[in-house]
């Protein structure tokens, strides 16, 4: 489908855009500039992205039971644990059986997380960590053994990580970051789903753009395009996993 009204959406409508079956899909949402930036001149998405930007975003976290996200995403843009403030995603929330807010799974090698995220908030989604198993210990000392799963030796293999939130009942995945996150997942090919906003605003520079991967002779991966929809000047796209030539 391609909307180029420019018009804002209704929450229905966007709901119609971006719903997902009750089979587990693993998307990733992310937010570009024109020149292909992922971040502003601070080092932060939040200086590049837009109230259209945030609408679908909020909308993708109703629709998601786990939200994945690496440590170094983690620290830049200082995450704490999730919570869903707007009645009318938690109302989705509640009609879907959904958790009144989403589990925030951190992605990390190091163990190295700020106290923002790791301090306990009565009220906030469960908190889980998918690390390395030499820092699992750690991390089990401070948050108890229930949130920390050990996911590889010295990284995080993106099956295992996925194996384990889909045992806990995790189906809806989402992940927002950040591009070396979006990088190791999409070489592993469990990546679903791209939904990618592109925000008509160049930044200039050298930030990070949204997946860093050794670049190889070919593509990454091939998506196809699920909706384009124009909404005040930006573009929100759906992408789905593809076949090559396709
Ligand atoms: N435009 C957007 O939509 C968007 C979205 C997200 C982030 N960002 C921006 O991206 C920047 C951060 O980039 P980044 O690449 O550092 O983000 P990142 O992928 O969130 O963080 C990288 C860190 O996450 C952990 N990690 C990621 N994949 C791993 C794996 N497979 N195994 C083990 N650990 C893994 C490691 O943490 P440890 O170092 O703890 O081992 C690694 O150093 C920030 O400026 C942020 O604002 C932009």
Redesign the pocket.
């Known amino acids: 489908m391609v909307n180029m009204s420019g018009a804002p959406q209704s929450v229905d409508d966007l709901l119609q855009s971006y719903a997902v079956g009750p089979a587990p899909v693993v998307r990733a949402?992310?937010?570009?500039t024109l020149d292909g930036h992922?971040?502003g001149g601070d080092?932060?998405?939040g200086s590049?992205n837009s109230a259209a930007d945030k609408q679908v975003f909020d909308l993708l976290r109703a629709l998601a039971d786990v939200v994945v996200?690496?440590?170094?995403?983690?620290r830049?843009?200082g995450y704490g644990r999730l919570r869903t403030e707007d009645p009318a995603m938690l109302e989705l929330r509640r009609s879907a059986g959904r958790s009144d807010h989403p589990v925030l799974a951190v992605?990390?090698?190091?163990?190295?997380?700020p106290d923002k995220v790791l301090e306990p908030d009565p009220g906030a989604g469960e908190l889980l960590v998918l690390c390395?198993a030499a820092v699992a210990h750690e991390l089990a000392d401070r948050l108890g053994a229930e949130a920390v799963i050990p996911c590889?030796a010295d990284?995080?293999?993106?099956s295992v990580a996925l194996e384990a939130l889909r045992d806990r009942g995790l189906q809806q995945v989402l992940t927002?970051?950040?591009?070396?996150?979006?990088g190791?997942?999409v070489q592993a090919g469990v990546v679903d789903e791209l939904c990618l906003t592109v925000r008509p605003v160049v930044v200039g520079g050298t930030?990070?753009r949204?997946l860093?991967a050794p670049i190889g002779t070919g593509p990454l991966a091939h998506f196809d395009l699920h909706h384009a929809l124009a909404m005040d000047g930006d573009l929100m796209l759906r992408y789905v996993a593809g076949r090559p030539g396709a």
């Open positions: 949402n992310f937010v570009t992922a971040t080092g932060k998405s590049i996200v690496g440590a170094g995403t983690i830049a843009e992605v990390t090698a190091s163990g190295d997380l390395a590889g990284t995080v293999e993106a927002e970051g950040g591009p070396h996150l979006l190791s997942w930030g990070p949204i860093e």
